[in-house]
């Protein structure tokens, strides 16, 4: 059984910084061993939850066009643990951060989420 665990949320001004980690632990048959099944989502009140960052399967990082220069997301895989550095912080990036872990194979699709971690940026 998968098992994502977030941490590193607070509230923070406009302008400051924080750094999310996601610990993962557990096993599925579809596991990429490099992390790149990894994601971090984010929902605010009131709307959807969206994409925030991740890997694509050749190691590059990808990001929202709104998250961009601002938001910096690495991995250990030592410690199947991935973060995201997120400077600038902005009130729009107010919401809770997920960690996602999945993917579709063999037909099948898998999805694992965390249970949140809650940023709060105040103006």
């Known amino acids: 059984q998968v098992q994502l665990v977030e941490s590193g949320g607070g509230s923070v001004q406009a302008g400051g910084s924080l750094r999310l980690s996601c610990a993962a632990s557990?096993?599925?048959?579809?596991?990429?061993?490099?992390?790149?099944?990894m994601k971090w989502y984010r929902q605010a009140p009131g709307k959807e939850r969206e994409f925030v960052s991740g890997?694509?399967?050749?190691?590059?990082?990808r990001y929202a066009d709104s998250v961009k220069g601002r938001f910096t997301i690495s991995r250990d895989k030592a410690t199947n643990t991935m973060y995201l550095q997120m400077n600038s912080l902005k009130p729009e990036d107010t919401g809770m951060y997920y960690c996602?872990?999945?993917?579709?194979?063999?037909?099948?699709?898998?999805?694992?989420w965390g249970q949140g971690t809650q940023v709060t940026v105040s103006s």
């Open positions: 996602q872990r999945g993917t579709v194979c063999a037909n099948k699709e898998y999805s694992y």
């Open positions: 890997f694509n399967s050749d190691g590059a990082a």
């Open positions: 557990g096993y599925y048959s579809c596991r990429s061993s490099d992390m790149s099944d």
